[in-house]
């Protein structure tokens, strides 16, 4: 049967004005709750399949994967849900920090192809994984006579003025600049994103249309996940934009996972680790591959389009768990200016 959907628009005012509450037929125990980080064009299709292959019924709630990860600490012991699917490692860390996941078993962990894309402690698992790469255009660097920078850090100099693009607001960059406070530290990081500011980086509001920009020629580069230009890619396949991955453990190679956890506090666990299992099954991970080209976790499935493996991606060693402090980072963000 279909999945039954609660879809919430997230607003400051909403978290302002208290709790969310899902309709009363998801607060029963004979369905699984799912609170999802997630947008739903993502990941409902994959939770249908969920509910057709195992007959297990689902209510979802999403929203913002920070905005759900803040209802859940909210609602404590008393939250409905049973699972957290987040869009990031950091959300998942907050929980964790706030002592709200449950430990999963050793045998669903071992699934995950590396220990990276699991928390330390064993309470989330990664689902998928999405690289932060340099999307750039070659006839452009031709013609501006650049080569392929070795670091994010790189793009602040004199000769990638006004030619890059990034998306300041967008969740996953939120999470590289948190990577980049926990690498390089609060004041390399504020610098770096005063430098991009001061050389005229170009704004945009999320991650198609800087694809997009470069594509047309607007700029050379932007900052983006990898999986952006595929989308591109499916609809013509004669574009010529291409993907840099920056070497050597730089933070502009992050790789962060969307992960699923369950809430210690959930009445059905049993049934939620059997959701967490099934989204590192096979058929799951071809869902990730095949549907959204992000990185499947497990070993038996592999990317399905043409990407370097994540054993050759250079990405700095970083513990995802610690990217939590998504607020301490937006207000950095907004104080650099790069939000004006």
Not at 81 to 87: E, G, H, L, R, S
Not at 162 to 167: K, M, P, R, T
Not at 180 to 195: C, K
Not at 207 to 214: C, D, G, K, L
Request: proline share 6%; charged share 20%.
């Amino acid at each position: 049967m279909p999945v039954k959907r609660f879809t919430l628009l997230v607003t400051l005012i909403c978290l302002a004005h208290g709790a969310w509450a899902l309709p009363a037929a998801a607060q029963g125990n004979d369905t699984l709750t799912i609170y999802s980080g997630r947008n739903e064009s993502l990941i409902g299709p994959l939770l249908d399949q969920f509910v057709e292959e195992t007959g297990i019924e689902v209510e979802v709630l999403y929203g913002g994967t920070s905005a759900v990860a803040n209802q859940i600490l909210t609602e404590g012991e008393n939250s409905p849900a049973d699972v957290f699917i987040a869009q990031d490692g950091g959300a998942l860390g907050a929980l964790a920090a706030a002592g709200m996941l449950s430990a999963l078993p050793e045998e669903v962990l071992n699934l995950v192809v590396d220990s990276a894309f699991v928390s330390p402690d064993g309470v989330w698992a990664g689902l998928s994984g999405r690289a932060r790469v340099l999307v750039y255009s070659p006839e452009g660097l031709d013609d501006t006579g650049l080569e392929l920078p070795d670091s994010i850090l790189d793009l602040s100099g004199e000769e990638w003025r006004g030619i890059v693009g990034w998306a300041p607001t967008n969740a996953s960059f939120v999470s590289n600049v948190t990577a980049m406070r926990v690498l390089l530290g609060d004041s390399e990081t504020a610098a770096w994103l005063a430098a991009m500011i001061a050389n005229d980086v170009q704004s945009y509001p999320k991650n198609t249309p800087i694809v997009q920009a470069v594509i047309d020629g607007e700029i050379v580069a932007g900052l983006v996940n990898h999986y952006y230009l595929f989308r591109f890619l499916a609809e013509d396949p004669e574009i010529t934009a291409t993907l840099h991955f920056f070497p050597d453990g730089d933070p502009g190679s992050l790789i962060n996972v969307a992960g699923a956890a369950i809430l210690n506090s959930s009445d059905q666990p049993e049934l939620a680790l059997q959701f967490v299992e099934y989204m590192l099954s096979d058929s799951a991970q071809a869902y990730f591959a095949a549907k959204t080209y992000e990185y499947p976790l497990v070993a038996t499935v592999e990317p399905s389009v043409d990407l370097p493996s994540l054993e050759e991606i250079e990405s700095p060693e970083i513990n995802l768990s610690d990217l939590d402090d998504l607020q301490e980072t937006l207000e950095m963000i907004e104080d650099s200016g790069a939000l004006d």
